[in-house]
Nanobody, 129 residues
Framework: QVQLVESGGGSVQAGGSLRLSCVAS????????MGWFRQAPGKGREGVAAIASDGSTNYADSVKGRFTISKDNAKNTLYLQMNSLKPEDTAMYYC???????????????????????WGQGTLITVSS
């Protein structure tokens, strides 16, 4: 059974940095796409960043130049380095893992499909001004 566990969330002032981690069990990181999504209060889940098995990446326009997604296949860990955080980055952040080729395509496109990917429980980030 695949399990994704996020960590690294917390409260930070605007302009600060945080790094999220997502550790997987029962899953082979190197084979499929992984990604980060977020959901602010009262809003839908939106894609933040994704990384393919070959290391290629895709970012939402709102985080380009500020966030960096990476993975360590040996540690089965996905990361999201977040710099220059803004109050509008406040949200619950979720790790997502592909279930296969179709899931790969959708995830890499930063589309949230609850039944199509594996999901973690989320970690909360609050950015104060």
């Amino acid at each position: 059974q695949v399990q994704l566990v996020e960590s690294g969330g917390g409260s930070v002032q605007a302009g600060g940095s945080l790094r999220l981690s997502c550790v997987a069990s029962g899953y082979t990181y190197s084979s499929y796409c992984m990604g980060w999504f977020r959901q602010a209060p009262g809003k839908g889940r939106e894609g933040v960043a994704a990384i393919a098995s070959d290391g290629s990446t895709n970012y939402a326009d709102s985080v380009k130049g500020r966030f960096t997604i990476s993975k360590d296949n040996a540690k089965n860990t996905l990361y999201l380095q977040m710099n220059s955080l803004k109050p509008e980055d406040t949200a619950m952040y979720y790790c997502a893992a592909s279930k296969g080729p179709v899931s790969d395509y959708v995830l890499l496109s930063l589309r949230a499909q609850p039944g199509l990917h594996y999901w973690g429980q989320g970690t909360l980030i609050t950015v104060s001004s």
